[in-house]
Protein backbone atom coordinates (compact mmCIF):
# COMPACT_ATOMS: atom_id res chain seq x y z
CA UNK A 1 0.00 0.00 0.00
CA UNK A 2 1.49 3.52 -1.02
CA UNK A 3 1.91 5.78 1.79
CA UNK A 4 0.13 8.86 2.48
CA UNK A 5 1.56 12.17 2.78
CA UNK A 6 1.18 13.52 6.39
CA UNK A 7 -0.56 16.47 6.54
CA UNK A 8 0.08 19.38 9.00
CA UNK A 9 -1.66 18.63 12.43
CA UNK A 10 -2.77 22.65 11.85
CA UNK A 11 -4.77 21.80 9.07
CA UNK A 12 -6.58 18.39 11.01
CA UNK A 13 -7.23 21.00 13.89
CA UNK A 14 -8.75 23.44 11.58
CA UNK A 15 -11.08 21.19 9.63
CA UNK A 16 -12.14 19.42 13.06
CA UNK A 17 -12.79 23.42 14.44
CA UNK A 18 -15.18 23.91 11.73
CA UNK A 19 -17.03 20.59 12.02
CA UNK A 20 -17.81 21.58 15.29
CA UNK A 21 -18.91 24.40 14.61
CA UNK A 22 -21.29 23.22 11.89
CA UNK A 23 -22.39 21.19 14.55
CA UNK A 24 -23.44 23.35 16.90
CA UNK A 25 -24.73 25.93 14.72
CA UNK A 26 -28.25 26.84 15.68
CA UNK A 27 -30.97 25.44 13.49
CA UNK A 28 -34.89 25.76 13.94
CA UNK A 29 -36.48 22.71 16.06
CA UNK A 30 -37.93 20.82 12.86
CA UNK A 31 -34.45 20.50 11.13
CA UNK A 32 -32.19 19.22 13.88
CA UNK A 33 -32.69 15.57 13.07
CA UNK A 34 -31.42 16.25 9.27
CA UNK A 35 -28.40 17.59 10.43
CA UNK A 36 -25.50 15.01 9.92
CA UNK A 37 -23.33 14.76 12.10
CA UNK A 38 -20.23 16.56 11.06
CA UNK A 39 -17.84 16.48 13.87
CA UNK A 40 -18.50 12.48 13.90
CA UNK A 41 -17.57 12.68 9.78
CA UNK A 42 -14.75 14.72 9.80
CA UNK A 43 -13.02 12.91 13.07
CA UNK A 44 -13.68 9.25 10.77
CA UNK A 45 -12.22 11.08 7.59
CA UNK A 46 -9.37 11.98 9.72
CA UNK A 47 -8.89 8.73 11.52
CA UNK A 48 -9.31 6.81 8.16
CA UNK A 49 -7.09 9.07 6.21
CA UNK A 50 -4.40 9.76 9.28
CA UNK A 51 -4.59 7.10 11.78
CA UNK A 52 -0.97 7.37 13.09
CA UNK A 53 -1.97 11.23 14.09
CA UNK A 54 -5.42 10.92 14.94
CA UNK A 55 -7.10 9.01 17.66
CA UNK A 56 -9.22 8.26 20.32
CA UNK A 57 -7.48 11.39 22.24
CA UNK A 58 -8.71 13.41 19.00
CA UNK A 59 -12.18 12.33 20.12
CA UNK A 60 -12.18 12.73 23.23
CA UNK A 61 -11.05 16.05 23.12
CA UNK A 62 -13.51 16.65 20.83
CA UNK A 63 -16.53 14.95 23.11
CA UNK A 64 -15.50 17.15 25.52
CA UNK A 65 -15.56 20.99 23.61
CA UNK A 66 -19.13 19.63 22.56
CA UNK A 67 -20.35 18.65 25.92
CA UNK A 68 -19.24 22.19 27.12
CA UNK A 69 -20.70 24.14 24.11
CA UNK A 70 -23.64 22.14 24.10
CA UNK A 71 -24.44 21.84 28.08
CA UNK A 72 -24.75 18.05 27.85
CA UNK A 73 -23.51 16.10 31.15
CA UNK A 74 -19.96 16.21 30.72
CA UNK A 75 -17.74 13.02 29.09
CA UNK A 76 -21.59 12.09 26.82
CA UNK A 77 -20.34 13.36 23.60
CA UNK A 78 -16.37 12.54 24.84
CA UNK A 79 -17.49 8.60 25.14
CA UNK A 80 -18.94 8.17 22.09
CA UNK A 81 -16.91 10.49 19.48
CA UNK A 82 -13.66 8.19 21.92
CA UNK A 83 -15.63 5.22 20.53
CA UNK A 84 -16.00 6.40 17.41
CA UNK A 85 -12.34 7.06 17.00
CA UNK A 86 -11.64 3.64 18.40
CA UNK A 87 -14.11 1.79 16.31
CA UNK A 88 -12.47 3.45 13.05
CA UNK A 89 -9.17 2.28 14.20
CA UNK A 90 -10.70 -1.40 14.05
CA UNK A 91 -11.95 -1.34 11.00
CA UNK A 92 -9.16 1.11 9.11
CA UNK A 93 -6.86 -2.10 7.46
CA UNK A 94 -10.70 -3.35 5.61
CA UNK A 95 -11.46 0.20 5.25
CA UNK A 96 -8.85 1.52 2.90
CA UNK A 97 -9.92 -1.63 0.14
CA UNK A 98 -13.16 -0.68 0.16
CA UNK A 99 -14.86 1.60 -2.38
CA UNK A 100 -16.42 4.47 -1.84
CA UNK A 101 -20.40 2.97 -1.49
CA UNK A 102 -19.12 0.31 0.43
CA UNK A 103 -17.12 2.83 2.90
CA UNK A 104 -20.02 4.75 2.98
CA UNK A 105 -22.01 1.77 4.51
CA UNK A 106 -19.39 1.35 6.56
CA UNK A 107 -19.77 4.96 8.05
CA UNK A 108 -23.75 4.83 8.46
CA UNK A 109 -22.79 1.28 10.55
CA UNK A 110 -20.18 3.39 12.39
CA UNK A 111 -22.19 6.57 12.97
CA UNK A 112 -25.32 4.75 13.95
CA UNK A 113 -23.95 2.67 16.40
CA UNK A 114 -22.09 5.60 18.19
CA UNK A 115 -25.64 7.35 17.66
CA UNK A 116 -27.48 4.54 19.26
CA UNK A 117 -25.30 5.01 22.33
CA UNK A 118 -25.41 8.18 22.71
CA UNK A 119 -29.38 7.74 22.83
CA UNK A 120 -29.07 5.10 25.49
CA UNK A 121 -27.14 7.35 27.54
CA UNK A 122 -29.45 9.93 27.41
CA UNK A 123 -32.60 7.79 28.26
CA UNK A 124 -29.52 7.02 31.27
CA UNK A 125 -29.55 10.66 32.59
CA UNK A 126 -33.08 11.79 31.88
CA UNK A 127 -36.66 11.13 30.32
CA UNK A 128 -35.84 10.83 27.08
CA UNK A 129 -38.43 9.05 24.37
CA UNK A 130 -36.49 7.35 21.37
CA UNK A 131 -37.43 7.38 17.70
CA UNK A 132 -35.59 5.65 14.43
CA UNK A 133 -35.27 9.41 13.52
CA UNK A 134 -32.08 9.21 15.19
CA UNK A 135 -30.17 7.54 12.86
CA UNK A 136 -31.30 10.10 10.02
CA UNK A 137 -27.62 11.98 10.75
CA UNK A 138 -25.95 8.85 9.94
CA UNK A 139 -27.71 8.36 6.82
CA UNK A 140 -27.14 11.91 5.82
CA UNK A 141 -23.55 11.15 6.65
CA UNK A 142 -23.19 8.33 5.17
CA UNK A 143 -24.61 10.10 1.48
CA UNK A 144 -22.20 12.63 2.36
CA UNK A 145 -18.75 10.76 2.55
CA UNK A 146 -17.98 10.12 -1.27
CA UNK A 147 -18.63 13.67 -1.51
CA UNK A 148 -15.92 14.51 1.43
CA UNK A 149 -13.80 11.76 0.99
CA UNK A 150 -13.30 12.93 -3.12
CA UNK A 151 -13.25 16.40 -1.93
CA UNK A 152 -9.73 16.05 0.71
CA UNK A 153 -8.32 13.57 -1.55
CA UNK A 154 -8.18 15.96 -3.86
CA UNK A 155 -7.25 18.90 -1.57
CA UNK A 156 -4.79 16.63 -0.38
CA UNK A 157 -3.68 16.13 -3.72
CA UNK A 158 -3.62 19.73 -4.68
CA UNK A 159 -1.35 20.85 -1.72
CA UNK A 160 1.23 18.10 -2.28
CA UNK A 161 2.06 19.15 -5.84
CA UNK A 162 2.32 23.30 -4.78
Avoid at 39 to 56: E, H, I, N, S, T
Avoid at 88 to 110: E, K
Wanted: proline residues 6%; hydrophobic residues 60%.
Amino acid sequence: MAATPRVSLVWVWLTLSLALCLQVMPMADGWQVWRPDWLGLMLLYWCMAQPDRVGVFHGFVLGLLLDLIEGAPLGQSALTLSLLAFLSALVYPRFRTYSLLQQAVLIFVLLGLVQLVEQWLRTLFGPFSMHLSFLMPSLIGAALWPWLATLFKALGRRSVKT
